[in-house]
């Protein structure tokens, strides 16, 4: 399935951004597991409470059990199907690729590496304001010389389309399961990479 939510032209982009997690790779940490070990609420952001921590080693203990989560995840990570063909695919058109994720650089390397995703251009929270903050788009745009509008940003979840509306990107959301009631802020909601490329090559 793939839904157009606004004048969002392929044909126009120039540049591709990526996300992670949920997105190129099943490699998402038990955030209920991970949130019932910090003793903090369903949905609370993670990073936010950790950093909102006042005493110095709560704040590093919180962190270390987040770390511990991802690198976990990342371990046991595997592809998300469709994505290494639009990795491909978008390659073949000579277009400039990047991942931006929220994840600690190693968790981030362990799943590339464990699934050879050849992308090489990759920014996580310590390159990076984290997500939904703009300055990962920002920073990829100064290096590729193309402006924002330029940008299509791929990811699963709302701080994915919160990042790339901060920006001045386009967003497609990848959803294959039921949509969530966010999902009408992105561009584009894309159910599936194989119909995703087909449409893209439509354009051509």
Known sequence: MITRLSDLQLKDIRGVIFDLDGTLAHSNPDFPGLRRELGIAPNTDVLAYANSLSEESARLAALEIIHEYEKSSSQASSWVEGARELIAYLQAKSLPLAILTRNIPEAAHITISRLGIDIE??????????????????????????APTEILYIGDYLFDLQTAQNAGSRCALYFPDTVPDYAHEADMIVGCYHRFIETWAQCD
């Open 121 to 146: 251009l990759v920014l996580t929270r310590h390159d990076a304001q984290p997500k939904p903050h703009p300055e990962g788009i920002q920073l990829i745009c100064q290096q590729w010389q193309l």
